[in-house]
T-cell receptor
Framework: GNSVTQMEGPVTLSEEAFLTINCTYTATGYPSLFWYVQYPGEGLQLLLKATKADDKGSNKGFEATYRKETTSFHLEKGSVQVSDSAVYFCALSDQQGGSEKLVFGKGTKLTVNP | GAVVSQHPSWVICKSGTSVKIECRSLDFQATTMFWYRQFPKQSLMLMATSNEGSKATYEQGVEKDKFLINHASLTLSTLTVTSAHPEDSSFYIC?????????FGDGTRLSIL
């Protein structure tokens, strides 16, 4: 079945450091790929998405490129801020049967120190 | 846009009671909503897919008689945890499908004493 493998955390960075969170996937067909962010005690917010190969999703300084050849969707940000501290989830849409289910990675906790 | 409201955000109740959680899409219509459960420091586990006007589809291992789902309108789905017990304590999150992306509520923390 479809699956998402995400780098395990926690990740601790200093403010203005470069961030990469690796995400690879296994899927049949052509899923859409997502990054969601969860702040403490809250639900998930869609950070960015890409729906086909070579698409680049971007938002709030975060970027991720849908790489079909490496089945990857790594999240990057050039300069993190303390406010970026959160848990980040990579996900793919499991479109079997047209249900648009999401399959999530295990999440990566990011802590940014001032 | 694409705001999903989940209520209540926190509930504490005695063992044996039933608890209803509401999930509303505020500015869009959602024929499909999803209910997840999240354990501490873990990922989201899909419990069921809720379709407006039809029965929910439950994931393997989820008790449909325990977790009752109703999706009576295009903007509202409810999850009722019946006869709740301490092992049902968890963080429950709903999402609504809009524009081929899922938009999440802020979650409900359920604590059963």
């Amino acid at each position: 079945g479809n699956s998402v493998t995400q780098m395990e955390g926690p990740v601790t960075l200093s403010e203005e450091a470069f961030l990469t969170i690796n995400c690879t996937y296994t899927a049949t067909g052509y899923p859409s790929l997502f990054w969601y962010v969860q702040y403490p005690g809250e639900g998930l917010q869609l950070l960015l998405k890409a729906t086909k190969a070579d698409d680049k999703g971007s938002n709030k300084g975060f970027e991720a490129t849908y790489r079909k050849e490496t089945t990857s969707f790594h999240l990057e940000k050039g300069s993190v801020q303390v406010s970026d501290s959160a848990v980040y989830f990579c996900a793919l849409s499991d479109q079997q049967g047209g249900s648009e289910k999401l399959v999530f990675g295990k999440g990566t906790k990011l802590t940014v120190n001032p | 846009g694409a705001v999903v409201s989940q209520h209540p955000s926190w509930v504490i109740c005695k063992s044996g009671t039933s608890v209803k959680i509401e999930c509303r899409s505020l500015d869009f219509q959602a024929t499909t909503m999803f209910w997840y459960r999240q354990f501490p420091k873990q990922s989201l586990m899909l419990m069921a897919t809720s379709n407006e006007g039809s029965k929910a589809t439950y994931e393997q291992g989820v008790e449909k008689d325990k977790f009752l789902i109703n999706h009576a309108s295009l903007t509202l789905s409810t999850l009722t945890v019946t006869s709740a017990h301490p092992e049902d304590s968890s963080f429950y999150i709903c999402s609504a499908l809009g524009g081929r992306a899922q938009h999440f509520g802020d979650g409900t923390r359920l604590s059963i004493l």
